[in-house]
């Protein structure tokens, strides 16, 4: 993209920042306001796919390389069952989050929500990212009269 | 409005205006769901459906042409399919209870439950996110699982072949020695 949409370019760079601190607001806050994993995940996955539109598809993946991408998708999950995993270790079920503070069931809920929200994130904003760079990554460069 | 933009989706022929009313489309049933206090839900609905969608729709465009083909046969086999759905649909909502109605079944079958004993069971005050992520955690991993192998499914779908031509090489080298 060269040197035009000089507005959209600036007023991209301040969203983008708001953007990811309200995807951080929703991923850890979300026990308490509406939101949570999914929805954070869109979230930063939108901040970088509007970077990705408004500059351009290359100028995104030098900010989050598509190698980090996809290690993310199945970081995710990782998280989400390794917390299942820690519980069962800890001699709980698998996925029972009152392992984590023996003396306190409810703050081990919390811990638990809190990383399992964070799998649910990583993973979602991985596959979105990741389906956003399969996609644009294929066609030709589309001049703005084309439309 | 909702079935003004759907109407406007099927009438145009141009499908980038017909992306942009999807979007439109996805954000005002984001506006119902929140009018029917279902914020988690609508928050979703937001993000993804006008959010996403919408750019990987542009995306896709951009891929294949602009412009709806005409269609040659008469429309009558989807015009039934699409006739008997609704019809369906219709049906079922006679036998759906009232709007806040206290005797619907989600209100009497496990919600007072969830609502009663998650403040002291887990100490969340949304309780969607308390059953989603503590009551349900299963299901949630399965969900985190399901758009895991989603992801993987459109990345070799779409880049696979691209990637596979470039390793092939590599992968004989790597034989060789």
């Given amino acids: 993209m060269g040197s035009h949409h000089l507005i959209l370019r600036i007023v991209t760079k301040f969203l983008v920042s708001t953007i990811i601190l309200f995807g951080l607001y929703v991923q850890f806050h979300g026990d308490y306001s509406p939101g949570g994993g999914f929805q954070a995940g869109v979230i930063f996955a939108v901040a970088f796919i509007l970077y990705g539109v408004v500059f351009s598809l290359r100028q995104a993946k030098q900010v989050f390389p598509p190698w980090l991408v996809h290690k993310l998708m199945a970081l995710g999950v990782l998280i989400y069952a390794g917390t299942g995993v820690v519980s069962m270790l800890l001699g709980y079920e698998f996925l029972n989050y009152g392992a984590f503070t023996q003396d306190h069931p409810s703050h081990g809920q919390h811990w638990g929500i809190l990383v399992i929200e964070l799998g649910v994130g990583v993973t979602v904003t991985g596959v979105m990212v990741a389906i956003y760079y399969a996609f644009a990554a294929r066609p030709p460069r589309i001049s703005d009269e084309e439309w | 409005m909702l079935v ?113 004993q998650s403040p002291e069971d887990i100490g969340v005050p949304n309780v969607v996110t308390a059953v989603l992520a503590s009551y349900r955690g299963y299901d949630t991993l399965g969900e985190v699982a399901v758009v895991f192998t989603a992801g993987i499914g459109v990345l070799m779908l779409i880049s696979g072949l691209k990637r596979r031509r470039r390793r092939r090489p590599e992968g004989d080298k790597r034989e060789d020695a």
């Fill in chain 2, 4 to 116: 003004l933009t759907a109407f406007a989706i099927t009438r145009t022929n141009r499908l980038f205006s017909s992306v942009m009313l999807a979007g439109m489309f996805s954000l005002l049933s984001a506006l119902l769901f929140v009018v029917l206090d279902a914020v988690d839900v609508a928050f979703t609905e937001a993000a993804v459906g006008a959010g996403i969608s919408t750019v990987l729709m542009l995306s896709t465009l951009a891929l294949t042409s602009r412009v709806e083909k005409p269609s040659r046969r008469p429309p009558w086999i989807p015009l039934f399919v699409v006739g008997m759905t609704g019809a369906v649909l219709i049906y079922g909502t006679l036998d759906m209870p009232n709007f806040g109605s206290h005797t619907a079944p989600p209100q009497t079958h496990v919600s007072p439950e969830y609502l009663s």
